[in-house]
Nanobody, 120 residues
Framework: QVQLVESGGGLVQAGGSLRLSCAASGRTFNMYDMGWFRRAPGKEREFVAAVTLSGGRTRYAISVRGRFTISRDSAKNTVYLQMNSLKPEDTAVYYC?????????????WGQGTQVTVSS
C-alpha cells in the first residue's frame, strides 16, 4: 500500500508556472506507475499525465502536451508535475494517483488533492 500527499498548488496568473509535488510513503515507490489527474468545477475527473515505474515513459493528455512535464525522483519517493504556460481552463483540483498496473481513473491509491487556480 502507498500513501500520497500532494503540494504546490496555488493561485497564478495566466501564462505563469507552478510545480506540483506528490510525496509517496513506503519503500515500494518504484513498483508503481504514477499519474496526475484533475477535476475542474462542474466536470468529471480527467487524466493529465503519467509516468511509468521506471520513469522511462511518459504520456499526456492532449490539452496539456507541450506545456506540462511529469517526472519522478526515486530517491525522494516523489513525482512532480511542472506546469508552464498555464491557462484559466487549467483551474482544477489536481490529484496524484498510483497503481501497480497502468495508472488510470480506477487506480486504487489517491492523494487528497491540491487546488490550482489560474486567473485571466
Amino acid at each position: 500500500q502507498v500513501q500520497l500527499v500532494e503540494s504546490g498548488g496555488g493561485l497564478v496568473q495566466a501564462g505563469g508556472s507552478l510545480r506540483l509535488s506528490c510525496a509517496a510513503s513506503g519503500r515500494t515507490f518504484n513498483m508503481y506507475d504514477m499519474g496526475w489527474f484533475r477535476r475542474a468545477p462542474g466536470k468529471e475527473r480527467e487524466f493529465v499525465a503519467a509516468v511509468t515505474l521506471s520513469g522511462g515513459r511518459t504520456r499526456y493528455a492532449i490539452s496539456v502536451r507541450g506545456r506540462f512535464t511529469i517526472s519522478r525522483d526515486s530517491a525522494k519517493n516523489t513525482v512532480y508535475l511542472q506546469m508552464n504556460s498555464l491557462k484559466p481552463e487549467d483551474t482544477a483540483v489536481y490529484y496524484c494517483a498510483a497503481d501497480r498496473a497502468v495508472v488510470s481513473l480506477t487506480s486504487p491509491y489517491w492523494g487528497q488533492g491540491t487546488q490550482v487556480t489560474v486567473s485571466s
